[in-house]
């Protein structure tokens, strides 16, 4: 009787766990939708604790964290070239992240998580200048979905 009694409050005990989500897939490419030397999406949107996927959809690229686009205390994180790797977000706020090797040719892309506000101090932070214009549109499509709201 103790053994069933130990086994229904062990299920039920994982039944109260939530799911974990699936990690977010995110392409690292040549070429993609918007252009040459791109992450697709470009922009995504995580709670704490949600996951990334980085996928070598083409080589030569890495994903890594951008010094400086991160929320204060984030150690940072840099994949190697043609790995995949999977990284998981915990701390509330954006994140910047390069393809090392074409930074300068605008490979970003821009994340969210959390209840974060994208401050003008994030947004001008200095980067290269291909680079720029691709965080200028992300930032522009943030800014649009917000003012729908």
Known sequence: MRAN???ALFSLGLAAN???AEPIEVKMLNRGESGSMVFEPDYVELKPG????FLV??????AASIEGMVPKGYAG???QIN???EVTFDTPGFYGIKCSPHFAMGMVMLIKVGDAELTET???IEVPGRARGRFDAIFARIDQVKAAQ
Do not use: L, T, Y
């Not at 959809?57 to 890495?62: A, D, M, R």
């Open 77 to 79: 994180f840099k994949g």
């Open 122 to 124: 994030f947004r001008k």
């Open 83 to 85: 790995e995949e790797i």
């Open 18 to 20: 939530p799911a974990f």
């Open 5 to 7: 009694i130990a086994a």
């Open 50 to 53: 949600d996951s990334v996927k």
């Open 57 to 62: 959809g083409h080589k030569s690229h890495n």
